[in-house]
C-alpha cells in the first residue's frame, strides 16, 4: 500500500508541475495542493478566507479543484458554512450528496452549492470534507456570487413529425403490409428479435416527436410515448383513453399516433406503451385497492410518484397509491386491455405493432410506492392481504403447516397478514427459518411475486387476445437495482408472458464525463439464459434540452456540446452490447431532444453498433468472469450492498453478470473466474454447483460478504465457507469497519491496492467519514489460510485465500460489498484471464464492441491479446489490425468500434 501511496504522489506532482506550465491553472491554485493519503479516514480543510454576504440574497457557490490521483471509493464534498458578525455558524448547506464519489483524474471538478443568505447572517465559508480512499487534487479558486434569476432555458424545438392528411389513404397503405408478428428466440444461443421472420435490432426511439429522423439513423422500432399511451388516467398535456363523462373509450389518438409513425417511416414498427394507472374515481368507489401503511394511512401518488401518506381528500394532481395485488384490479384492468387489443385488431393501423410495454405505478415502472423501508415495502391493503393468504395456501396447504413456520398458533390462512412495521424492523435479516424469520421473508417474497404474478398476468392477457405472436416489454430490476417490487424474474416471464426487460441508465455521479456510465443495469446473463432480451433505457438529455430547475439539473448530466453528448452515449451503449445486451431506446420525454444533425449522427453510430452486434451474435467468445448475485438478497435485508456496477466498468475485465440461481441451470456456461456477491440464501444444490466448477486447479472463486445467512439449507456463513474449507467465525456485531490489506503481507491479489478494500457505501460530512455499516460481518479463523486482510481497527483477518481441496483457489471477505476495481482485476488475473485492459478508465469488450471511455491519466487503451480487426459501425469498413488499441482521447471523452470475430480474421 505504501508503494501505491508514493507512486500517487510521484504522479500528482508531475502532473501538477506540467499543468501549470501549461497554464491550465495557476500556481496558486497548484500551491494549494491536498493530499489526503490517510484512508479510510476523513478530512476537512477552509482554504478560503470568508466572503461577504447580504441577509435574504441568493447566492451560488463555484468551487473548481483539480484531480491529479484518485482510488476510486473517494469522497469530496463542501458545505457552505453562514456566519454571523461574531463568527458564529448560524447555518450550513452541503452539496449534492450523490455527486460525492470520485472516479477520474487528470480533469477538473466542479462542485457547486446554491444557498439563501440567512438572516443573521454576514459571512459565507467554505469548507472542504474528503475522505474514503486516497485522493490528491488542487484548490483551484472558489467563486460566490449573487445569483440574478433568469428564466430557464426552454430548449430548442422543432415541428413534430405531423400527422397525415389523407387519414384514408394511409389506412390503405398500411392494410397492404398485413399484420406484422414478433417473437423472442435463441439465434446462435443469444436471444433475438424476430419481426415477420427476420431478425430486427432493438434499435428503438421512444418520444412522439421525431420518427422520420430517428428512421433515416436506423431506429426502425418505436415504443410509444404520450398520444394515448394512458388507458385511465393522464394529465393535462395527455389525455387518457377512458373519458369518464361519457364512461367510454376513445381509442382515436393511438389510431392517429400509428397513422403518423407509419407515414413518417413505413419500415417502422411498434411496442404500444400502455400506461395501466387506474383512476381516482375508481380507487375511490374501491378502497380496499388503495395501498396503506403500518398504520391504516392510504398512500397518494402525484403523477407517477410517490406523495406520502396522507388520508386527506385529493387535492389536484393527485391520486391514490394503488396495489399491485388485488385481483378484483387486475381483471378490471385486464378487461379493458382486451377492449383495446380488439380495436387495434380491428384497424389497419394496428398491422405496424408488434409488441406491448407495461407501464404504470410508482415511477411508471411498479416500483413500491415508497423508496424507504419505514413501513418494510409492505402494502396493509385489504386487498394485499387477501392475494397473501392466497399466496400462503399455496406455498403451505393448511393452517397448521403455516402456524408452524410463522411459530403463530393463531394464524390461520384466513387471517395471516403482514409484519407490522416493528416486527420487520426488529430483524436486520430475515433468516428464513420458522418463527418471525420465516414470517418477514414469506411476506418480502410476496412483494416481489405478488407484482410479477400480476404484470404476467396482464402480459398473458395481452398476447392472448392479440391472436397473434407478440413482444411484451417491462421494466423490471433484477439483483443490481433490487428494488424488493421487482425480484421475481421467473415469476414474470413465467409461460414466455414478458420478452424484453428494460432498464433506465442510472443518474449522476454516473452520468457525468468524469463518470464510468451508468448503463447494463440488469442481471444481463440471467436475462439471456431465460430467452429473455435486455433493452437499456437512455434518457440521456442533448445541449437543446430544455433545463428544469432542481434534483435533476445534477442528475442527468446536461451535455455542454455535441462532443459530451458522443461520449455519454458511446461510452453507455458500449457496456450493454459488451455485457451480452440487445439494444437501447433514446427517451425523448419532452419532445425534440435528439433533433439535430451532431445528435442523430452519435445516434446512427450506436444503432448501426447494435446492428452490427445483432448480425453477429454468438461469434465472439464468452467472458471468462462471472458475477453472481442473489436476486432474493434484498427482500431478506435491506441493509446489503447490491450495486456493483462501477466495480466492473473501471476494472479492465467485460464480466458476464448471472443469478445465484443461474448456477443449477444446465446451460450456465463454465467461468475461470467465479465472484459471489453476497450469497444469503445460497442452498445445498447451488453449493454443491459452486464447488464442482471452481474447485478444480487454475479456477478461482470469490465470496464476498454473507454466504448462507438467511438460508434454509444453513446455519449460516460459517457453515457454508465450512463446506468449501475454510474455517470462519461469525461476529453478529454491527460495525462500519471496512477492510484494508494486512500490514507487510504481499501477495499478487494485493497489487496497486490502496485504501480501503470497498468502493461505495462511504460519505463524508461535517462528521467526518461515514462507512456503509454491516449488520454482522466474518472473521478468518483458519490456520491454513494466509491472511491478506484485515478490519481496519479491531485488526481481526477480515480477507483470505486458501487452496480447496480439489485444487481450486478460494478468496473470502468477510465485509459485505468489500471489494474493488483493482480486486477484481487482481482476482481475473490470480485465474489466469488476461484483462483488456489496467484498471482506471471506463472499458468494455465484448460481442464485438470495443470501448474507452477515459477517466485516468493513465493511457487509455485495450489489448486485444492477438492481432485484431477494428471495424468501422457505420460503413463496416476496415480500419486497422492492431493488438492493442490507443485511440487519443483527453480525460472523459469516449472511443468506441467495432472488430470482427475471431475465426474470419
Request: proline residues 6%; neutral net charge.
Given at each position: 500500500?505504501?508503494?501505491?501511496?508514493?507512486?500517487?504522489?510521484?504522479?500528482?506532482?508531475?502532473?501538477?508541475?506540467?499543468?501549470?506550465?501549461?497554464?491550465?491553472?495557476?500556481?496558486?491554485?497548484?500551491?494549494?495542493?491536498?493530499?489526503?493519503?490517510?484512508?479510510?479516514?476523513?478530512?476537512?480543510?477552509?482554504?478560503?478566507?470568508?466572503?461577504?454576504?447580504?441577509?435574504?440574497?441568493?447566492?451560488?457557490?463555484?468551487?473548481?479543484?483539480?484531480?491529479?490521483?484518485?482510488?476510486?471509493?473517494?469522497?469530496?464534498?463542501?458545505?457552505?458554512?453562514?456566519?454571523?458578525?461574531?463568527?458564529?455558524?448560524?447555518?450550513?448547506?452541503?452539496?449534492?450528496?450523490?455527486?460525492?464519489?470520485?472516479?477520474?483524474?487528470?480533469?477538473?471538478?466542479?462542485?457547486?452549492?446554491?444557498?439563501?443568505?440567512?438572516?443573521?447572517?454576514?459571512?459565507?465559508?467554505?469548507?472542504?470534507?474528503?475522505?474514503?480512499?486516497?485522493?490528491?487534487?488542487?484548490?483551484?479558486?472558489?467563486?460566490?456570487?449573487?445569483?440574478?434569476?433568469?428564466?430557464?432555458?426552454?430548449?430548442?424545438?422543432?415541428?413534430?413529425?405531423?400527422?397525415?392528411?389523407?387519414?384514408?389513404?394511409?389506412?390503405?397503405?398500411?392494410?397492404?403490409?398485413?399484420?406484422?408478428?414478433?417473437?423472442?428466440?435463441?439465434?446462435?444461443?443469444?436471444?433475438?428479435?424476430?419481426?415477420?421472420?427476420?431478425?430486427?435490432?432493438?434499435?428503438?426511439?421512444?418520444?412522439?416527436?421525431?420518427?422520420?429522423?430517428?428512421?433515416?439513423?436506423?431506429?426502425?422500432?418505436?415504443?410509444?410515448?404520450?398520444?394515448?399511451?394512458?388507458?385511465?388516467?393522464?394529465?393535462?398535456?395527455?389525455?387518457?383513453?377512458?373519458?369518464?363523462?361519457?364512461?367510454?373509450?376513445?381509442?382515436?389518438?393511438?389510431?392517429?399516433?400509428?397513422?403518423?409513425?407509419?407515414?413518417?417511416?413505413?419500415?417502422?414498427?411498434?411496442?404500444?406503451?400502455?400506461?395501466?394507472?387506474?383512476?381516482?374515481?375508481?380507487?375511490?368507489?374501491?378502497?380496499?385497492?388503495?395501498?396503506?401503511?403500518?398504520?391504516?394511512?392510504?398512500?397518494?401518488?402525484?403523477?407517477?410518484?410517490?406523495?406520502?401518506?396522507?388520508?386527506?381528500?385529493?387535492?389536484?394532481?393527485?391520486?391514490?397509491?394503488?396495489?399491485?395485488?388485488?385481483?378484483?384490479?387486475?381483471?378490471?384492468?385486464?378487461?379493458?386491455?382486451?377492449?383495446?387489443?380488439?380495436?387495434?385488431?380491428?384497424?389497419?393501423?394496428?398491422?405496424?405493432?408488434?409488441?406491448?410495454?407495461?407501464?404504470?405505478?410508482?415511477?411508471?415502472?411498479?416500483?413500491?410506492?415508497?423508496?424507504?423501508?419505514?413501513?418494510?415495502?409492505?402494502?396493509?391493503?385489504?386487498?394485499?392481504?387477501?392475494?397473501?393468504?392466497?399466496?400462503?395456501?399455496?406455498?403451505?396447504?393448511?393452517?397448521?403447516?403455516?402456524?408452524?413456520?410463522?411459530?403463530?398458533?393463531?394464524?390461520?390462512?384466513?387471517?395471516?397478514?403482514?409484519?407490522?412495521?416493528?416486527?420487520?424492523?426488529?430483524?436486520?435479516?430475515?433468516?428464513?427459518?420458522?418463527?418471525?424469520?420465516?414470517?418477514?421473508?414469506?411476506?418480502?417474497?410476496?412483494?416481489?411475486?405478488?407484482?410479477?404474478?400480476?404484470?404476467?398476468?396482464?402480459?398473458?392477457?395481452?398476447?392472448?387476445?392479440?391472436?397473434?405472436?407478440?413482444?411484451?416489454?417491462?421494466?423490471?430490476?433484477?439483483?443490481?437495482?433490487?428494488?424488493?417490487?421487482?425480484?421475481?424474474?421467473?415469476?414474470?416471464?413465467?409461460?414466455?408472458?414478458?420478452?424484453?426487460?428494460?432498464?433506465?441508465?442510472?443518474?449522476?455521479?454516473?452520468?457525468?464525463?468524469?463518470?464510468?456510465?451508468?448503463?447494463?443495469?440488469?442481471?444481463?446473463?440471467?436475462?439471456?439464459?431465460?430467452?429473455?432480451?435486455?433493452?437499456?433505457?437512455?434518457?440521456?438529455?442533448?445541449?437543446?434540452?430544455?433545463?428544469?430547475?432542481?434534483?435533476?439539473?445534477?442528475?442527468?448530466?446536461?451535455?455542454?456540446?455535441?462532443?459530451?453528448?458522443?461520449?455519454?452515449?458511446?461510452?453507455?451503449?458500449?457496456?450493454?452490447?459488451?455485457?451480452?445486451?440487445?439494444?437501447?431506446?433514446?427517451?425523448?420525454?419532452?419532445?425534440?431532444?435528439?433533433?439535430?444533425?451532431?445528435?442523430?449522427?452519435?445516434?446512427?453510430?450506436?444503432?448501426?453498433?447494435?446492428?452490427?452486434?445483432?448480425?453477429?451474435?454468438?461469434?465472439?467468445?464468452?467472458?471468462?468472469?462471472?458475477?453472481?448475485?442473489?436476486?432474493?438478497?434484498?427482500?431478506?435485508?435491506?441493509?446489503?450492498?447490491?450495486?456493483?456496477?462501477?466495480?466492473?466498468?473501471?476494472?479492465?475485465?467485460?464480466?458476464?453478470?448471472?443469478?445465484?440461481?443461474?448456477?443449477?441451470?444446465?446451460?450456465?456456461?463454465?467461468?475461470?473466474?467465479?465472484?459471489?456477491?453476497?450469497?444469503?440464501?445460497?442452498?445445498?444444490?447451488?453449493?454443491?454447483?459452486?464447488?464442482?466448477?471452481?474447485?478444480?486447479?487454475?479456477?478461482?472463486?470469490?465470496?464476498?460478504?454473507?454466504?448462507?445467512?438467511?438460508?434454509?439449507?444453513?446455519?449460516?456463513?460459517?457453515?457454508?465457507?465450512?463446506?468449501?474449507?475454510?474455517?470462519v467465525l461469525e461476529d453478529p456485531d454491527v460495525s462500519g469497519e471496512t477492510i484494508i490489506p494486512a500490514p507487510g503481507v504481499s501477495d499478487p491479489v494485493l497489487d496497486h491496492i490502496a485504501g480501503v478494500m470497498e468502493q461505495s457505501g462511504m460519505s463524508v460530512g461535517r462528521d467526518g467519514l461515514k462507512r456503509r455499516e454491516v449488520f454482522g460481518c466474518a472473521v478468518i479463523d483458519d490456520p491454513e489460510a494466509k491472511i491478506l486482510g484485515v478490519?481496519?481497527?479491531?485488526?481481526?483477518?477480515?480477507?483470505?485465500?486458501?487452496?480447496?481441496?480439489?485444487?481450486?483457489?478460494?478468496?473470502?471477505?468477510?465485509?459485505?460489498?468489500?471489494?474493488?476495481?483493482?480486486?477484481?482485476?487482481?482476482?481475473?488475473?490470480?485465474?489466469?484471464?488476461?484483462?483488456?485492459?489496467?484498471?482506471?478508465?471506463?472499458?468494455?469488450?465484448?460481442?464485438?464492441?470495443?470501448?474507452?471511455?477515459?477517466?485516468?491519466?493513465?493511457?487509455?487503451?485495450?489489448?486485444?491479446?492477438?492481432?485484431?480487426?477494428?471495424?468501422?459501425?457505420?460503413?463496416?469498413?476496415?480500419?486497422?489490425?492492431?493488438?492493442?488499441?490507443?485511440?487519443?482521447?483527453?480525460?472523459?471523452?469516449?472511443?468506441?468500434?467495432?472488430?470482427?470475430?475471431?475465426?474470419?480474421?
Open positions: 500500500m505504501k508503494s501505491e501511496i508514493f507512486a500517487m504522489r510521484k504522479r500528482s506532482r508531475i502532473i501538477t508541475l506540467l499543468l501549470a506550465l501549461s497554464g491550465i491553472f495557476s500556481l496558486p491554485g497548484a500551491e494549494r495542493l491536498v493530499e489526503y493519503t490517510n484512508a479510510p479516514e476523513a478530512e476537512s480543510i477552509r482554504p478560503f478566507d470568508p466572503r461577504r454576504i447580504e441577509a435574504g440574497k441568493n447566492y451560488e457557490s463555484i468551487l473548481n479543484l483539480f484531480i491529479l490521483s484518485v482510488v476510486p471509493g473517494a469522497r469530496i464534498n463542501a458545505e457552505i458554512i453562514q456566519l454571523d458578525p461574531e463568527g458564529s455558524e448560524v447555518a450550513r448547506t452541503a452539496s449534492d450528496f450523490s455527486l460525492q464519489p470520485v472516479f477520474a483524474d487528470g480533469c477538473s471538478r466542479k462542485i457547486r452549492i446554491a444557498f439563501t443568505a440567512h438572516p443573521l447572517a454576514g459571512k459565507a465559508e467554505l469548507q472542504l470534507n474528503y475522505g474514503g480512499n486516497p485522493v490528491i487534487f488542487s484548490v483551484v479558486n472558489w467563486n460566490l456570487e449573487e445569483v440574478v434569476k433568469k428564466p430557464l432555458f426552454g430548449g430548442i424545438y422543432n415541428d413534430p413529425d405531423p400527422y397525415p392528411a389523407d387519414r384514408q389513404a394511409v389506412l390503405d397503405e398500411m392494410a397492404k403490409t398485413g399484420p406484422a408478428t414478433a417473437l423472442v428466440e435463441k439465434r446462435n444461443g443469444i436471444p433475438a428479435l424476430i419481426v415477420d421472420g427476420k431478425q430486427m435490432p432493438l434499435n428503438a426511439y421512444k418520444g412522439h416527436y421525431d420518427f422520420s429522423k430517428f428512421g433515416e439513423a436506423g431506429g426502425d422500432l418505436v415504443i410509444t410515448f404520450n398520444c394515448g399511451m394512458r388507458l385511465y388516467s393522464g394529465p393535462r398535456w395527455d389525455k387518457a383513453l377512458w373519458d369518464p363523462v361519457t364512461k367510454s373509450f376513445d381509442y382515436s389518438a393511438i389510431e392517429n399516433n400509428l397513422m403518423r409513425i407509419f407515414k413518417a417511416n413505413p419500415r417502422a414498427r411498434v411496442i404500444l406503451s400502455i400506461d395501466i394507472t387506474p383512476p381516482a374515481e375508481y380507487l375511490e368507489a374501491h378502497p380496499e385497492n388503495i395501498v396503506l401503511n403500518g398504520d391504516g394511512v392510504r398512500g397518494k401518488s402525484r403523477f407517477t410518484s410517490f406523495a406520502g401518506w396522507d388520508n386527506s381528500p385529493l387535492k389536484k394532481g393527485e391520486s391514490w397509491a394503488w396495489s399491485y395485488f388485488s385481483e378484483t384490479l387486475k381483471e378490471h384492468i385486464a378487461a379493458d386491455l382486451r377492449k383495446l387489443v380488439q380495436f387495434l385488431r380491428s384497424t389497419p393501423a394496428g398491422n405496424i405493432v408488434i409488441g406491448f410495454q407495461l407501464a404504470g405505478g410508482h415511477d411508471g415502472q411498479f416500483i413500491q410506492w415508497e423508496y424507504g423501508c419505514t413501513n418494510g415495502h409492505f402494502d396493509y391493503s385489504e386487498a394485499a392481504r387477501k392475494a397473501l393468504c392466497s399466496y400462503l395456501k399455496e406455498i403451505y396447504g393448511s393452517d397448521d403447516a403455516l402456524r408452524e413456520a410463522w411459530g403463530d398458533p393463531e394464524v390461520t390462512l384466513q387471517n395471516a397478514s403482514n409484519p407490522s412495521p416493528e416486527e420487520f424492523h426488529s430483524m436486520k435479516f430475515a433468516d428464513d427459518r420458522p418463527g418471525l424469520g420465516r414470517k418477514i421473508a414469506d411476506c418480502r417474497r410476496f412483494i416481489a411475486v405478488g407484482t410479477a404474478r400480476m404484470l404476467n398476468f396482464l402480459a398473458r392477457t395481452l398476447k392472448d387476445e392479440w391472436k397473434r405472436p407478440a413482444a411484451v416489454e417491462m421494466w423490471y430490476s433484477t439483483a443490481i437495482w433490487a428494488y424488493p417490487t421487482r425480484l421475481a424474474l421467473d415469476e414474470l416471464i413465467r409461460g414466455e408472458a414478458v420478452n424484453i426487460i428494460g432498464m433506465v441508465t442510472n443518474y449522476a455521479p454516473f452520468r457525468f464525463l468524469d463518470g464510468p456510465g451508468g448503463s447494463a443495469n440488469s442481471c444481463i446473463q440471467a436475462l439471456n439464459l431465460r430467452n429473455v432480451m435486455y433493452i437499456q433505457e437512455m434518457d440521456h438529455r442533448t445541449w437543446r434540452t430544455e433545463r428544469t430547475s432542481g434534483y435533476f439539473m445534477n442528475a442527468v448530466a446536461f451535455p455542454e456540446g455535441p462532443a459530451d453528448f458522443r461520449s455519454q452515449l458511446l461510452r453507455d451503449a458500449s457496456s450493454v452490447l459488451a455485457l451480452g445486451g440487445q439494444g437501447f431506446y433514446l427517451y425523448d420525454m419532452f419532445g425534440s431532444w435528439y433533433n439535430d444533425p451532431e445528435a442523430l449522427k452519435t445516434i446512427r453510430t450506436i444503432y448501426a453498433m447494435n446492428t452490427y452486434v445483432s448480425d453477429n451474435a454468438g461469434k465472439f467468445p464468452r467472458s471468462r468472469t462471472a458475477i453472481l448475485m442473489d436476486e432474493a438478497t434484498r427482500l431478506m435485508s435491506e441493509y446489503v450492498p447490491n450495486y456493483v456496477t462501477d466495480i466492473w466498468r473501471l476494472s479492465g475485465i467485460t464480466p458476464a453478470l448471472h443469478f445465484l440461481s443461474d448456477l443449477t441451470d444446465p446451460e450456465m456456461p463454465e467461468y475461470d473466474l467465479y465472484v459471489l456477491w453476497s450469497p444469503l440464501t445460497i442452498d445445498k444444490k447451488q453449493l454443491a454447483e459452486i464447488k464442482k466448477r471452481a474447485d478444480r486447479p487454475g479456477k478461482v472463486l470469490v465470496v464476498i460478504g454473507d454466504a448462507g445467512r438467511t438460508s434454509r439449507d444453513f446455519a449460516g456463513t460459517a457453515e457454508v465457507l465450512d463446506r468449501l474449507g475454510l474455517r478490519y481496519e481497527t479491531s485488526r481481526r483477518p477480515a480477507f483470505a485465500v486458501k487452496k480447496m481441496s480439489g485444487g481450486g483457489t478460494l478468496y473470502c471477505a468477510g465485509r459485505n460489498g468489500a471489494l474493488t476495481s483493482q480486486m477484481l482485476h487482481n482476482f481475473a488475473r490470480a485465474a489466469g484471464i488476461e484483462s483488456y485492459a489496467e484498471p482506471g478508465n471506463a472499458v468494455f469488450v465484448g460481442n464485438g464492441v470495443a470501448a474507452i471511455h477515459r477517466l485516468s491519466v493513465k493511457t487509455p487503451e485495450i489489448d486485444f491479446g492477438r492481432e485484431t480487426v477494428l471495424i468501422d459501425p457505420v460503413s463496416r469498413e476496415v480500419l486497422e489490425k492492431v493488438r492493442i488499441w490507443r485511440p487519443r482521447l483527453n480525460v472523459g471523452e469516449c472511443a468506441a468500434v467495432c472488430y470482427l470475430p475471431d475465426e474470419t480474421e
